[in-house]
């Protein structure tokens, strides 16, 4: 199961891990989640675990749409 996960988000990963900031929030929100499963809060988990993940597809939106437009201004022009 974690292989075939760590599969399905390395893109995410490689792009949202190029931020340090975003590197620290991941071991927090990580140990959030983790907490609640040892707590046996499976709901809290869970909306942990969403939150984690839409927050992580936002900031590689971003970094992506950020990447792409600087790559357009450094295209010569036609």
């Not at 974690?2 to 390395?10: F, G, L, M, Q, S």
């Not at 590197?23 to 942990?48: F, G, K, M, S």
């Not at 675990?49 to 992580?56: A, D, G, K, T, V």
């Amino acid at each position: 199961m974690h292989a075939d996960v760590t599969e399905r988000i390395r893109i995410v990963r490689r792009l949202d891990f190029t931020q340090a900031e975003r590197i620290q929030y991941t071991y927090e929100e990580h140990a959030a989640i983790l907490r609640a499963i040892v707590a046996r809060n499976p709901q809290q988990a869970t909306l942990l675990l969403r939150s984690h993940i839409e927050q992580s597809k936002l900031e590689v939106r971003k970094i992506s749409i950020h990447r792409l437009h600087m790559a357009h201004l450094g295209a010569p022009k036609r």
